[in-house]
T-cell receptor
Framework: NAGVMQNPRHLVRRRGQEARLRCSPM?????VYWYRQLPEEGLKFMVY????????ESGMPKERFSAEFPKEGPSILRIQQVVRGDSAAYFC?????????????FGSGTRLTVV | KQEVTQIPAALSVPEGENLVLNCSFT??????LQWFRQDPGKGLTSLLL?????REQTSGRLNASLDKSSGRSTLYIAASQPGDSATYLC?????????????FGGGTRVLVKP
C-alpha cells in the first residue's frame, strides 16, 4: 500500500502562473481532504471531496482556488494566477469512510514557492 | 466553531526525561482525536487515534489520553530520545451535516537534547 501520494513534492511558480497539485488517496479510500500550512502557522482545512463531488469547501479562498476529484485519476488542487501569499505547504489526506472513524492518512505534501 | 490549542508552543528536555504535551479543544462533541508527528519539511505521521468513547490509547513509549468533559487530551512520551525531536500536532474531528472536519492545534515543537 503506497499510502497517500502527492506530487510534485516541490513546485516553483512565478507570480501570475497556475499551480496544479495532485493527490492520489490510499487504495480503497474515497474521501479526500486538502489542508494548507502557511510558514510558521498551523494546518488549515481547505476542502473535502468525494469522487466527483465537493462536500465542504468552506476553507477555500473565494477566488483563484478550485479542487476536483474526478471519477478516474487523482484529486487536483488548482491555484490560478498565484501570488506570493500562496507560498505554503499543501497537504492532502484520505480516509476510507466519511466519518473518519479510522483517522486520516496524510501525504508528504507539496511545497509551493511563488517567486 | 471548534478551536484546538496546544501549549506550550515549544519544549526542550534532556534525553531520558518524560514528555507531556497538552491539547485542549472547545467543542466536546468531538468524534475522535488524532496525534501526529511532523518533522521539518516533511509530512504528517499519525501516532495515535483516540475515539470519543475511549479514554486512552497506547503505542510503545507513547500514551495519549482523552477527557471530553474537560476538553483536553495529553500525549505522554516516556524516556525521550533525540529522535523524538519534532513538532507534535493534535487534531480533533467533528462530524457536521456538511461533512466532517479535522481541526488542528498549532503544534508543540519538541527538542530532546542528548
Amino acid at each position: 500500500n503506497a499510502g497517500v501520494m502527492q506530487n510534485p513534492r516541490h513546485l516553483v511558480r512565478r507570480r501570475g502562473q497556475e499551480a496544479r497539485l495532485r493527490c492520489s488517496p490510499m487504495k480503497g479510500h474515497s474521501h479526500v481532504y486538502w489542508y494548507r500550512q502557511l510558514p510558521e502557522e498551523g494546518l488549515k482545512f481547505m476542502v473535502y471531496l468525494q469522487k466527483e463531488n465537493i462536500i465542504d469547501e468552506s476553507g477555500m479562498p473565494k477566488e483563484r482556488f478550485s479542487a476536483e476529484f474526478p471519477k478516474e485519476g487523482p484529486s487536483i488542487l488548482r491555484i490560478q494566477q498565484v501570488v506570493r501569499g500562496d507560498s505554503a505547504a499543501y497537504f492532502c489526506a484520505s480516509s476510507p469512510f466519511a466519518q473518519g472513524s479510522y483517522g486520516y492518512t496524510f501525504g508528504s505534501g507539496t511545497r509551493l514557492t511563488v517567486v | 466553531k471548534q478551536e484546538v490549542t496546544q501549549i506550550p508552543a515549544a519544549l526542550s528536555v534532556p534525553e531520558g526525561e518524560n514528555l507531556v504535551l497538552n491539547c485542549s479543544f472547545t467543542d466536546s462533541a468531538i468524534y475522535n482525536l488524532q496525534w501526529f508527528r511532523q518533522d521539518p519539511g516533511k509530512g504528517l505521521t499519525s501516532l495515535l487515534l483516540i475515539q470519543s468513547s475511549q479514554r486512552e490509547q497506547t503505542s510503545g513509549r507513547l500514551n495519549a489520553s482523552l477527557d471530553k468533559s474537560s476538553g483536553r487530551s495529553t500525549l505522554y512520551i516516556a524516556a525521550s530520545q533525540p529522535g523524538d525531536s519534532a513538532t507534535y500536532l493534535c487534531a480533533g474531528l467533528l462530524i457536521k451535516a456538511a461533512g466532517n472536519k479535522l481541526t488542528f492545534g498549532g503544534g508543540t515543537r519538541v527538542l530532546v537534547k542528548p
